[in-house]
């Protein structure tokens, strides 16, 4: 099992920056990859970007060269840097971790971009 919390989210005026993280503990040492997530308001999730134990990352289309997802030195940690933020980017995030028994949710959290 392996459980994961998020932090950071919050209300950022347009052109703003936030930082999320995500936490895991439990089973770390099967997870492969981590990634981030995100459900707008009556929207499917969709991915974000995510990043595996090499460190290759991988984001979608719209949020390239804006956003940035780094793992910490213990692998247990993966970040979000989200900078240039648009109102579109509103949503909740969600981290997951890809690991050798399935994929594991954190909680979400939100995500506002609005002036």
């Known amino acids: 099992q392996v459980q994961l919390v998020e932090s950071g989210g919050g209300l950022v005026q347009p052109g703003g920056s936030l930082r999320l993280s995500c936490g895991a503990s439990g089973s770390i040492f099967s997870i492969n990859a981590m990634g981030w997530y995100r459900q707008g308001p009556g929207k499917q999730r969709e991915l974000v970007a995510t990043?595996?134990?090499?460190?290759?990352?991988n984001y979608r289309d719209s949020v390239k060269g804006r956003f940035t997802i780094s793992r910490g030195n213990a692998k247990n940690t993966v970040y979000l840097q989200m900078n240039s933020l648009k109102p579109e980017d509103t949503a909740v995030y969600y981290c997951?971790?890809?690991?050798?028994?399935?994929?594991?949710w954190g909680q979400g959290t939100q995500v506002t971009v609005s002036s």
């Open positions: 997951n971790a890809y690991h050798s028994s399935g994929i594991w």
């Open positions: 990043i595996n134990n090499a460190g290759r990352t």
